[in-house]
């Protein structure tokens, strides 16, 4: 079992940054990836971003291409979201998941292990 922690989320304006952190403890397996996702008020839970810890090998959707960043830090477990250029659209609570498995990383059951999520507002 991983355990993970998400912080860093907040209140900005439109056109604004955050860099949400997912820790993982005890560790991030080799063999994981660890994704992003979000939901809005009244929507669907919805994938944002992922990246395999072997390799780091990056992936978002459409929306996001070119405004968020993952990436990880091995020694300390933990994972980034650097989100640029943000949009009231982007506003919902944020979870970091972890999935064991590698063959779909948008999929959310393949994902075994959830944060109890982060809120991001975006104003106009």
């Known amino acids: 079992q991983v355990q993970l922690v998400e912080s860093g989320g907040g209140l900005v304006q439109s056109g604004g940054s955050l860099r949400l952190s997912c820790a993982a403890s005890?560790?991030?397996?080799?063999?994981?990836?660890i994704g992003w996702f979000r939901q809005a008020p009244r929507k669907e839970r919805e994938f944002v971003s992922a990246i395999r810890w072997s390799g780091g090998n990056t992936y978002y959707v459409d929306s996001v291409k070119g405004r968020f960043t993952i990436s990880r830090d091995v020694p300390k477990d933990t994972v980034y979201l650097q989100m640029n250029s943000l949009k009231p659209e982007d506003t919902a609570v944020y979870y970091c998941?972890?999935?064991?498995?590698?063959?779909?990383?948008?999929?959310?059951?393949?994902?075994?292990?959830w944060g109890q999520g982060t809120q991001v507002t975006v104003s106009s």
């Open positions: 005890p560790r991030i397996f080799t063999s994981y990836g």
């Open positions: 998941a972890a999935t064991p498995y590698g063959s779909s990383y948008s999929d959310q059951s393949e994902y075994n292990n």
